[in-house]
Each structure stands twice: as structure tokens, then as C-alpha cells.
């Protein structure tokens, strides 16, 4: 069961294009959103389309898979862990974010 601790997959497609940063250390890291979509009728008769978004970030050879092919509006698959960090911004408010630290990706569509 230590294989299912702290495991997200999502279905989405992207919100925007990956923004990829190349650190001085050599590494690469891709962020991105993407959106996940649940329809249901209310009791109205009604449909209705609940859209979440969701921060992801890759590392490495992922980000980099990333900056090559992946693109605003493509549908991809995501499988990582979510992570939960604050930082301080500008105007010196703590902000908070969840993320989710992208280990796979399958692209679904062309």
C-alpha cells in the first residue's frame, strides 16, 4: 500500500502554454495548469460543468518532454504527488499554493 500514499492522476487539458524555467544548476522545470471537468444535472434538469484547475510542476527530463510537445488546449494525462508550500509575496502576504509534482505525463491527443 506504500505505493498509494499521497498518488495523483488527472485527466485535463492545459490552460495555458508551459512556462519553463532552466536554472542555473542545469535543471529544468516546467509549470503548468490544467483543467479537469465534471458534468451533472441539477435538480432543475439542468447540466452542469464544474471546472477545477491544477497547479503541476516537472522536473528533468519531464520538463523537458514538456517544453518540446505540450502546448495550451492539449489533453494530457498526469501522474505525481501533491505538495503544499507558502511563500512570501511582493506586497509581504503570506501566500499559499498546491501543486501537483509531475512524475509521468501522457499526451492523449494530437
Known amino acids: 500500500m506504500n505505493t498509494l500514499r499521497n498518488k495523483v492522476q488527472l485527466i485535463g487539458n492545459l490552460g495555458n502554454d508551459p512556462e519553463i524555467i532552466n536554472l ?29 484547475w491544477h497547479n503541476v510542476v516537472a522536473w528533468g527530463k519531464t520538463a523537458q518532454i514538456i517544453q518540446k510537445y505540450v502546448t495550451k488546449g492539449k489533453e494530457v494525462a498526469i501522474e505525481g504527488k501533491l505538495t503544499s508550500r507558502s511563500y ?18 501522457l499526451m492523449l491527443r494530437k
Open 88 to 105: 512570501d509575496y511582493k506586497d509581504g502576504v503570506k501566500r499559499y499554493i498546491t501543486e501537483i509534482i509531475c512524475s509521468q505525463l
Open 24 to 52: 542555473e544548476s542545469g535543471k529544468t522545470l516546467a509549470k503548468f495548469n490544467i483543467a479537469t471537468n465534471e458534468s451533472y444535472t441539477n435538480d432543475k434538469g439542468e447540466k452542469i460543468t464544474d471546472t477545477q
